[in-house]
Structure formats: C-alpha cells, structure tokens
C-alpha cells in the first residue's frame, strides 16, 4: 500500500493574533465612520499653513450633542484610489501639523478635543522624513500634553507607534476590545527580533498590545465593549457601545478645572506602565 504523506498541521492561532486580524478586518469601521456618525455640523480645517494639506489627516470643527468640540482623525479609504491617496492611513507631516493647528485654535475658544485612530503609523518616505517627521510627532506630544481643554481619544483598529501616540496624549485614551496598542507592528518586531517577518505572530503574544494587556498596564483609561465578531459584525450596536463611553467620560471631564485636567494629565502620563525590580543588598 502507498503511504498517505501526513499534511503538516498549523499552528493554533492565538488570541493576540486573532484580535490583531479582527483590527486590521477591511470591513472594519473607520475613523471617519465614527466621527459621521456621532458628530454633527462638521466644518473641515485644511493646511498645516507651512507646506500643504495632508488628506491623510481629517479636523474639523464639529458638535457632540449640544457641545461644541473638535473631531480629528486618520483617514484610510476604502477603494484603492482612495487608500493610495490617503497612503493607507498614514499622515506626513503637514497632516500632524494640520491637526496641532487645529487643537490650538479649538484651545483658544474653549472646545474639547475628540480624536479617533486607526493607523499603523506615520508615512515612512523620504519626502516625510526631510520635511520633519518626527520633529512634527514630538511637537504634537507636548503640546497635547499642556492643551488647556479637554481630550478624548479612542483606539478604533490599529494604534501603531509614534503616528498614533502623536494623537493621542489625551485625558481619557480609549480602546475598542478588538483594538491593538503598541510601539511597532509585530511584523516590524519579528523582523527586528527574529530577523523574520513570518513570526508575526509570536511577536504579537510577545508585545501585550491588545486591549486587555494595554488596560492592565495602566496604558488606556476604558475598553469599549463590541459586538460578537467586532464592530464590523454589527456597526450599529458598535457605535452605540462608543457613544455611551464618549458620553461618560466627556461628562466627567467637563466637571473639572482646567488646572485639575492638567495635573491628572500630566500624572497620567508620568506614571504609565510603571517596571520595579527589588534587589537585595549583599552587605
């Protein structure tokens, strides 16, 4: 009789690496579809008023309820002409530049900022590097960190590196339960540590980037439940999930002093995921 030649068997997939394929799902809702959805009255902002108009990055001035506030966010596409102009997601410089142009204006007229991410981080290219793009994300940083109203930011898929991070020095910092929150992809840490892109997903247990992990480490404020199968199995209840949290938290930022945002602010971020080690004395 001939052999039957066994098939080789594939490896379980993890949890981590399921979320992260849930996140990265086509079918996903964007930010935009959040920010259509639960603002009202939006009036874009264009230009950085330095070098262009990055259509990658979305601002707008816009009402939440009766509420006046600012919405930012990423675009994504969903047609391949749309993805190649919006560089799948990724904002260069004048898009981060737009989007602190826009903050401080909102600042000087008392409206609370809400941004909402799904991006694996910022463009790579050259021309984004010579203009100064990570001068562009380190400015956005501490600037958000002393923004004198309130902030809000919500994690809808993906929140890749500094690209994410830049958006995202906020008050309350939120993440949808089939999100990831990391410093690198796991494909760019697998390549990095292993030298093999392919181990993607041992990269993906080894970085305890989805929400559950993130939350533990004190990284993310809330985790907004979604509906069996991820927000893209049933938008509307995924979007009622997120308006209830934005509702809640908007609500007791809005009981507090701008100097007492300030400080819970900056101990926050002083404080995020803290490491101890205790070594006993030899003496």
């Known amino acids: 009789m001939a052999e039957i030649e066994a098939k080789p068997v594939a490896p379980p997939v993890s949890e981590a690496w399921r979320k992260t394929e849930v996140a990265r799902d086509p079918q996903r809702l964007h930010p935009m579809n959040f920010i259509d959805a639960l603002f009202t009255d939006q009036s874009e902002i264009h230009g950085d008023r330095s070098f262009g108009n990055d259509a990658a990055m979305y601002a707008a001035m816009a009402r939440f309820g009766e509420d006046e506030v600012l919405v930012l966010c990423n675009r994504k596409g969903r047609t391949t002409k749309e993805r190649m102009q919006f560089r799948f997601g990724s904002p260069e410089p004048e898009g981060y530049r737009k989007a602190l142009r826009a903050m401080k204006i909102a600042e000087k007229f008392g409206r609370p900022v809400f941004s909402f991410l799904d ?19 380190a400015r956005n940083l501490i600037e958000m960190s002393r923004l004198r109203v309130p902030t809000i930011t919500t994690i809808t898929g993906e929140g890749g590196s500094g690209g994410a991070l830049a958006l995202a020095v906020a008050d309350r910092v939120l993440m949808m339960e089939n999100s990831i929150y990391s410093v690198i992809s796991p494909e760019g840490c697998a390549s990095i540590m292993w030298k093999d892109a392919a181990k993607r997903q041992a990269a993906a247990d080894a970085l305890k980037y989805t929400a559950p992990d993130v939350s533990r480490m004190g990284c993310v404020d809330d985790v907004i439940a979604e509906p069996p199968g991820g927000a893209q199995a049933d938008p509307d209840r995924a979007l009622q999930h997120v308006r209830g949290c934005l509702q809640h938290h908007f609500g007791e930022l809005k009981s507090k002093s701008i100097e007492e945002l300030l400080e819970s602010r900056y101990q926050k971020f002083r404080n995020i995921a803290q490491f101890y080690t205790t070594a006993k004395s030899t003496v």
């Not at 991006?119 to 994300?137: F, H, V």
């Open 119 to 137: 991006l694996a981080g910022a463009y790579p290219g050259l021309g984004a590097e010579e203009r100064g793009q990570g001068e562009a994300i």
